[in-house]
């Protein structure tokens, strides 16, 4: 069973809280207009670190390049997991070399302590 069941399965009290979820309007409209606030705080920021690539994005992550880092994106990863931080290495994505990562949004304070930590990485 182990080996054909979805990784990420739903239980019935994931099932209820999502719908509930779903119905809640104002909820939906307050976690975009956060996720939005997340990520325009991100960009903004993180195009002022010279040594990083950053594309803007609608989504809710940033494509970051950090080639002129002197790391490559396992590196780079490996070295803010140490410090806390989860970034996704895309180096397995097609199209995207060893220098990319995809930097999810958060909220302001989580995004600021990061910010925080990629300038005491990066100098």
Request: charged share 30%.
């Amino acid at each position: 069973m182990h080996r054909v069941k979805p990784v990420f399965s739903l239980t019935k009290l994931s099932h209820v809280a999502a719908s509930a979820t779903l119905d809640d309007k104002e909820y939906i409209k307050r976690s975009i207009e956060i996720g939005i606030q997340s990520r325009e705080f991100l960009y903004e920021n993180m195009s002022k670190l010279d040594k990083l690539t950053v594309y803007p994005s609608k989504a809710n992550y940033l494509l970051v390049g950090v080639k002129k880092t002197g790391m490559n994106s396992k590196e780079f990863a490996e070295e803010l997991l140490k410090r806390g931080v989860i970034v996704r290495d895309c180096s397995s994505f097609k199209g995207l070399d060893e220098y990319w990562v995809r930097v999810s949004v958060g909220t302001i304070e989580e995004d600021a302590r990061f910010i925080e930590i990629l300038r005491d990485l990066i100098g």
